[in-house]
């Protein structure tokens, strides 16, 4: 996992990520402003699951929990973006969306932005390591998650 300063990988502009009124994704933004990948697990029958729910998919229990994995995992499928789909990513293009599996956590998946070169090749299955980048001055404050090729 890589916390290196950086330039925003993002242009300015964008809708600003926040959980929902009800609180149900708080738990992971949280985290991510931690350099922490919270996914949930349900502790009665051990099943991992994202994005967030208020209850287990397999048994039903509303205990689920937020549980820290290592944000490394491999890429399940990759979309090169060539039209932009927010006004701030006018001539920002093209950019890489990676649908992203966590074989350690369920292999559940979760999607991000493949930073590097925006033509590169992209191989399904490339191991990849989360980047957190905060944005500590915006309001309110928040942190993203991006993924690159593991080194």
């Known amino acids: 996992m890589s916390d290196t300063p950086r330039a925003a990988y993002l242009p300015e502009g964008l809708p ?4 929902e009124n009800d609180g149900l994704s708080a738990p992971y933004w949280a985290g991510l402003q931690q350099n922490r990948l919270l996914v949930q697990r349900c502790p009665h029958c051990t099943t991992w699951q994202f994005g967030p729910e208020w209850l287990c998919h397999h ?15 491999r890429i399940f499928s990759w979309e090169r973006i060539w039209s ?4 701030a990513l006018r001539g920002r293009g093209p950019y890489l969306a990676v649908l992203v599996e966590l074989p350690h956590a369920g292999h559940v998946r ?6 590097g070169d925006p033509l590169q090749t992209i191989a399904i299955g490339t191991d990849v390591e989360g980047v957190f980048e905060h ?17």
């Open 135 to 151: 944005h500590h001055d915006a309001v309110p404050r928040y942190s993203l998650l991006h993924w690159q090729a593991a080194g």
């Open 16 to 19: 600003i990520p926040v959980p």
């Open 59 to 73: 048994c039903h229990s509303f205990d689920v929990e937020w549980t820290e994995v290592e944000s490394r995992g």
């Open 84 to 87: 932009p789909s927010h006004d």
């Open 110 to 115: 979760m999607v991000g932005n493949l930073l």
